[in-house]
Structure formats: C-alpha cells, structure tokens
C-alpha cells in the first residue's frame, strides 16, 4: 500500500488565488521530503527540500516565494502555490526518502502527485 | 552536474517480447539508482533499487544491473503484458537522498 500520501490529487483554481498541497508519510516519520515538479512529457525536476523544524533548501531558479514549503511535523510538508498563474499548471509530486523500519537505505517513497490547472 | 538519459524515448512491443531499457548517466560516483514505473497523470511506484555496490537486482520479471563504471543501468522485463504499458523513469542518487531523474522511456505492449 502507498506509504505516502499526497492531497489533493488535483485543483483547479483562478489566477491571482493559492493553493496548498499536502505531504503525509504513513506509518513513518520523515524528517526530509522532496517536493517536485513535472511538466507534460517531461521528467521530474527538483524544486526543493523540505526539513522539519527548519528553513527549507530551495533548488536555483525555484522561488521561495512563490513555493512555499512548510515542514511542521515529522510526517507531514505542506507546498502552496502563492498567486498561482497559468505558468504554474504543473504536476507536483512530494517524496519522502526510508526511515528506520520502513523501505530499503536510499529507497523514495512518491506521493500519487497533485495536478494543478491554473485558470 | 549528474545527467541522466534514458534510450529510447518511447519503444512498442507486442505482448510476450522481452524487452530491455537503457539509463545512462554522467557521473558514477552515486550512492544508489533506483527504478520507477508512472501510470499517466499518476505518481511514481518504485520498481527495483540497486545500491551503489551491488549490480543487479531482480523482482519477479523485472532484472535491473548497475554498471557504475560505465555509468549505465539497464532494466530488463521478461514476458511483457499490456499491464507494462508505462513510462519508466531511472534515478540516480549521488548522496545527500540528491536524486536526478532520467528522462523516461514510454512503454507501449500491444496485446
């Protein structure tokens, strides 16, 4: 079964308006998540790290205002699209890497992914 | 900067082929790589992970090898079923849970 969950799996929304994507792990505590972004028919790129209790680390050319990532509990990081535009219609996709007990050392868990349409 | 290329693109196959799909990547010094499969408009499911010192892993009908020194990986999938069809991504990791992705083989069995 999935061991990360992601919500929603998709939204819709108007320009000017934000959006907040959630990130849980099931069953086990993630103290880093990944959070990335795929357009059509291309591959994952990422867009930044999320780290419980502090700042996340944000990849070049990704702006932190725009994404902002909040990692406040050891299972959960949350990405809102701020005054999402067109441009930012995209597939966002969070993971989170094997903790004690849960997965192989090294192995990403993938959340189902958010679609976003941005009106 | 690791760089990371999948061959082919795109491959159809009639059900029951055997069938191998490449991943190539620029720098070997990675800590593992690791095998997904996406459905479209779907997340990624993980398929096999080979650490940086092993050179196979195998999973029901699906065999993946590890060459770090010629940076290539290849995933084999015996007996193909229309079930395959999906795009299969490789992702090398270099430490510090950096993941690159490749940029995907999209997978099409005909029944």
């Known amino acids: 079964g999935a061991v990360v969950s992601q919500h929603p799996s998709w939204v819709i929304c108007k320009s000017g308006t934000s959006v907040k994507i959630e990130c849980r792990s099931l069953d086990f505590q993630a103290t880093t998540m990944f959070w990335y972004r795929q357009f059509p028919k291309q591959s994952l790129m990422l867009m930044a790290t999320s780290n419980e209790g502090s700042k996340a680390t944000y990849e070049q050319g990704v702006e932190k205002d725009k994404f902002l990532i909040n990692h406040a509990s050891l299972t959960l990081s949350t990405l809102t699209v701020t005054s999402a535009h067109p441009e930012d219609s995209s597939f966002y996709i969070c993971?989170?890497?094997?903790?004690?007990?849960?997965?192989?050392?090294?192995?990403?868990?993938f959340g189902e992914g958010s679609r976003l349409t941005v009106l | 900067k690791q760089e990371v290329t999948q061959i082919p693109a795109a491959l159809s196959v009639p059900e029951g082929e055997n069938l191998v799909l490449n991943c190539s990547f620029t720098d070997s010094a990675i800590y593992n790589l690791q095998w997904f499969r996406q459905d479209p408009g779907k997340g990624l499911t993980s398929l096999l992970l080979i650490q940086s010192s092993q050179r196979e892993q195998t999973s029901g009908r699906l065999n993946a090898s590890l060459d770090k020194s010629s940076g290539r990986s290849t995933l084999y999938i015996a007996a193909s079923q229309p079930g395959d069809s999906a795009t299969y991504l490789c992702?090398?990791?270099?430490?510090?849970?950096?993941?690159?992705f490749g940029t995907g083989t999209k997978l099409q069995v005909i029944p």
């Open positions: 992702a090398v990791s270099g430490g510090y849970q950096k993941v690159t």
């Open positions: 993971s989170a890497p094997s903790a004690s007990g849960r997965g192989r050392a090294g192995e990403l868990f």
